[in-house]
């Protein structure tokens, strides 16, 4: 490989690691994202002009963000803006601009958190739906590209690019603040914050459509992510919590396809091939939710949840009864037929179908759960070890018509066969 390659390539992996954190010093300047985007685009393509001859700076971020800058100032000038608007980006600039590279990055260390937590707080702001905070935050925290998404949520590119940019001028017309809110406001906005980052992370943990069971990459990104805000925000339990659920839920990726990718039940699974290092880690981060705030939390009660899978060596050493209970007190904090139907799994694995049974029934009959496919897969599952096949074939068939994943559909038909 030839040093002009492995430049390109070391420029790649900097700007993945370093692109939110310019676009959101830049966003702090200029008060535009989607300026800021540009800016920090055109501070890219310097960095490909110039590093492949002078080699890759010893701070490529502090690099990258003082080029963009310098973007900023021409942008500014060249189209004439307000003396005004052009006096204070010079000012910000100027006294941004310490002698050496080195004093240049410790103050951009000081300053980048509060950048990026402002950034990850503006591109999940309730004035966007959800669908479009979703696809902003995978664009400008995550860093993929338009294309990347749109494989990744089987949309078409024009679909999430014009989302991305409604998000963006939406934002603008709305003038939301750059800046991380107080009291009530950054409470309610950190649910936000956290349920895109778990909206991200389901989608890849159990693809809602397409040929695939799982997107490791979207679970990967929303892990990435929820590791940026820890950082950032280390006193906020839940933050703790979310990341720790990400990271014991990761942990069985290993097991949960076959070699043909077809989806392996929990029970079934191989757990030599889930990952311990995620397991410590998850495990560690839900003591640390706890510890914050004990296990009021929806997502440091799932967490707990997932830790007593994470706990258990072998499939038959699970604490189902514990589970049921922390489900109970999910639902509580959280009232959902989901979470209820959940808990009516862990109830049929502690005490048998026939105390589970129920209870589905009861979800079944209140009709919230009408098209949910997993209803009609977690009954036919309780009527098959029942021995009442004929009813569970007819549930797993249900099951298989409602879900729009390929993988899934074909194993829910295999096991409508399987009890014939």
Not at 96 to 122: K, M, N, S, W
Not at 370 to 376: C, D, I, P, T
Request: proline share 4%; hydrophobic share 45%; aromatic share 4%.
């Amino acid at each position: 490989m030839n040093s002009r390659t492995e430049t390109d390539r070391a420029i790649t992996t900097v700007w993945r690691l370093e692109q939110a954190r310019v676009i959101a010093g830049l966003t702090r300047m200029v008060r535009d994202i989607s300026l800021a985007e540009e800016l920090a685009q055109e501070a890219l393509m310097a960095a490909l002009r110039s590093w492949p001859d002078t080699g890759v700076p010893r701070n490529p971020g502090a690099w990258l963000m003082q080029a963009g800058k310098r973007k900023a100032i021409d942008y500014f000038r060249h189209r004439k803006m307000a003396a005004g608007k052009l006096e204070e980006v010079g000012r910000l600039l100027d006294e941004e601009t310490p002698d050496t590279e080195t004093a240049l990055h410790e103050q951009l260390d000081d300053e980048v958190g509060d950048d990026l937590l402002r950034l990850i707080f503006t591109s999940c702001h309730p004035v966007l739906p959800p669908e479009s905070r979703v696809a902003l935050t995978l664009r400008l925290i995550g860093g993929l590209t338009t294309e990347e998404i749109a494989r990744a949520f089987l949309a078409n590119d024009t679909t999430i690019g014009q989302r991305i940019v409604r998000a963006k001028r939406a934002i603008a017309d709305a003038g939301v603040p750059f800046e991380v809110p107080r009291g009530a406001d950054r409470e309610a906005r950190v649910a936000s914050v956290l349920g895109v980052l778990y909206l991200i992370f389901n989608e890849g943990y159990s693809a809602t459509a397409g040929e695939d069971w799982m997107r490791p990459q979207l679970c990967e990104e929303a892990m990435r992510m929820g590791r940026i805000l820890v950082t950032l925000m280390p006193e906020e339990s839940e933050v703790h919590g979310l990341l720790a659920l990400m990271e014991l839920q990761h942990s069985r990726a290993g097991a949960r396809v076959n070699a043909k990718g077809e989806p392996v039940l929990l029970p079934d699974q191989n757990r030599a091939l889930w990952d311990q290092m995620l397991i410590r880690r998850g495990l560690d981060g839900l003591a640390r939710a706890q510890s914050l705030g004990g296990i009021a939390g929806p997502y440091t009660l799932q967490a707990a949840i997932a830790a007593c899978h994470g706990r258990a060596r072998k499939a038959e050493d699970t604490e189902w009864g514990q589970i049921a209970a922390l489900y109970g007190l999910l639902n509580q904090v959280t009232p959902s037929p989901v979470i209820e139907l959940n808990r009516a799994v862990a109830v049929s694995m502690a005490e048998g179908p026939a105390a589970a049974l129920p209870l589905v029934d009861a979800l079944a009959a209140g009709l919230t759960l009408e098209g949910y496919h997993l209803l009609y897969g977690v009954r036919g599952d309780l009527l098959r070890k029942l021995g009442r096949h004929d009813e569970a074939n007819a549930d797993f068939r249900k099951a298989a018509e409602l879900t729009r994943n390929a993988r899934e559909k074909a194993f829910l038909l295999g096991r409508a066969e399987e009890v014939v």
